[in-house]
């Protein structure tokens, strides 16, 4: 069964500070991969995601990915962070024989990034 | 209007009492979902649906049962509520090669 860590249950940042949100997964073969944000209230919202192909995916809102296989892990990167960061993240795999995830995502239990002014 | 929309919003009902939660999506997607999300636990699935005859279960599904009324239309019930179903529930579409559309969430309180 695949499995997905988040090692960082919080992480705080002073705005303006780089990031990086880590992401590593069990699985037999490279699973697809996702990230996504929850903002407060709100439903996850796609930042990104990697099927194949080039290691480093861009994002919505600055933000980029590097999948290593090596590491298995997919951490999640912006170079400055704004105010308007703070959010909770999500890892998510999906299973390539099943078109991506469609018999469902199996998503980390999230890091919660607090912005320090 | 959003793509994935969820009713209610927001939810409290009593212990063994029946409740549905809706969703309807304008992506025109096949596939459909119904996630549970507890503090610090992530995202859980609780049933997909491919298309009106095909209902799978995921790995929470005792409890729960879905119907789906029309492509566009997968709802969740819970037949006699308990506490601990007390969750934030999302639903979400897909389709190949894209990740998947989340609704708002319907945050619902058993009493």
């Known amino acids: 069964a695949q499995s997905v860590t988040q090692p960082d249950i919080h992480i705080t940042v002073s705005e303006g500070a780089s990031l990086e949100l880590r992401c590593n997964y069990s699985y037999g073969a490279t699973p697809y991969l996702f990230w996504y944000v929850q903002s407060p209230g709100q439903g996850l919202q796609l930042l990104l995601k990697?099927?194949?192909?080039?290691?480093l995916v861009q994002g919505i809102k600055g933000f980029e990915a590097e999948f290593k296989r090596s590491q298995s892990s997919f951490n999640l990167r912006k170079p400055s962070v704004h105010w308007s960061d703070a959010a909770e993240y999500f890892c998510a795999v999906g299973d390539p024989s099943s078109g991506g995830g469609a018999d469902g995502l199996t998503f980390g239990k999230g890091t919660h990034l607090i912005i320090q002014p | 209007d959003a793509d994935v929309t969820q009713t209610p919003r927001n939810r409290i009902t009593k212990t063994g009492k029946r409740i549905m939660l809706e969703c309807s999506q304008t992506k025109g997607h096949d596939r459909m979902y119904w996630y549970r999300q507890d503090p610090g636990l992530g995202l859980q699935l609780i049933y997909y649906s491919f298309d009106v005859k095909d209902i799978n279960k995921g790995e929470i599904s005792d409890g729960y049962s879905v119907s789906r009324q029309a492509q566009a239309k997968f709802s969740l019930s819970l037949e006699s509520a308990i506490p601990n179903q007390t969750a934030l529930y999302f639903c979400?579409?897909?389709?190949?090669?894209?990740?998947?559309?989340f609704g708002s969430g319907t945050r619902l309180t058993v009493v």
């Open positions: 990697y099927f194949s192909g080039d290691t």
């Open positions: 979400a579409t897909s389709a190949t090669g894209y990740g998947y559309t």
